[in-house]
């Protein structure tokens, strides 16, 4: 079964400094998706950015981009230039490609506070 | 505007009673998932459906149910078998092609309290 592991339950960053949010996953698949959400007080969900397995290149989305090592099974979250608004919980999700009996599998969470 | 739809925002319900939250969504998507976020938690899943006329429970199922009567719609019911529904309750949807565009959307959620 897969599991998703985010080690880091709180952190706290001054606005403008740069935050990496860390995230690990086990599988035995190859064929997979990984992705990031971040979930503000409104309590949205909202996709911040998504990565393919079979992709080396990170995937980047304005100042967020992800440091993707497939084989250390690592998944982490870069922002740059963190804005007051960044504040939120954010989950990092796995997700294999689509078959039979697929879910997302979640991990628990990362509180992030942006500070002024 | 494709998206999810849940309604309504804020339920409250008394204790014995069951209610229905809404989930739509015009994304065409097969796949539809129901959470429960309790406060400062994560996501557990409750159900999820692939297609039509067919759903499967997910970790946390009992006092729970739902259909799937149409592609666009996954309703779920809170029984007064739950023993505790005083949650925020999140409803998603996945597409099933095989590629990245298969990511999970969110609806805007349902916050539901016991009286």
């Known amino acids: 079964a897969q599991t998703v592991t985010q080690s880091q339950p709180e952190m706290s960053v001054q606005e403008a400094e740069t935050v990496t949010l860390s995230c690990t996953y086990d599988t035995s698949e190859n064929n997979y998706y990984l992705f990031w959400y971040k979930q503000p007080p409104s309590r949205q969900m909202i996709l911040v950015i998504r990565?393919?397995?079979?992709?080396?290149q990170n995937a980047t989305e304005n100042r967020f981009s992800v440091n993707f090592q497939k084989a250390a099974k690592s998944f982490s979250l870069k922002i740059s230039d963190s804005q007051l608004g960044d504040t939120a919980m954010y989950f990092c999700a796995f997700m294999r490609r689509w078959g039979r009996d697929d879910k997302i599998i979640f991990g628990k969470g990362t509180r992030l506070h942006i500070l002024p | 505007d494709g998206g999810i739809t849940q309604s309504p925002k804020y339920l409250f319900r008394k204790e014995g009673q069951n209610v229905t939250l809404s989930c739509e969504q015009n994304l065409n998507h097969d796949a539809m998932y129901w959470y429960r976020q309790d406060p400062g938690q994560g996501l557990r899943l409750i159900y999820y459906?692939?297609?039509?006329?067919?759903?499967q429970k997910g970790d946390i199922a009992e006092g729970y149910s739902v259909s799937r009567e149409k592609k666009e719609s996954f309703p779920l019911t809170v029984t007064s078998a739950q023993k505790n529904p005083t949650a925020f309750y999140l409803c998603a949807s996945t597409g099933t092609s095989g590629l990245i565009t298969d990511t999970q959307y969110f609806g805007p959620g349902t916050r539901l309290t016991v009286l």
């Open positions: 990565q393919e397995a079979y992709k080396q």
């Open positions: 459906s692939q297609i039509v006329n067919d759903f």
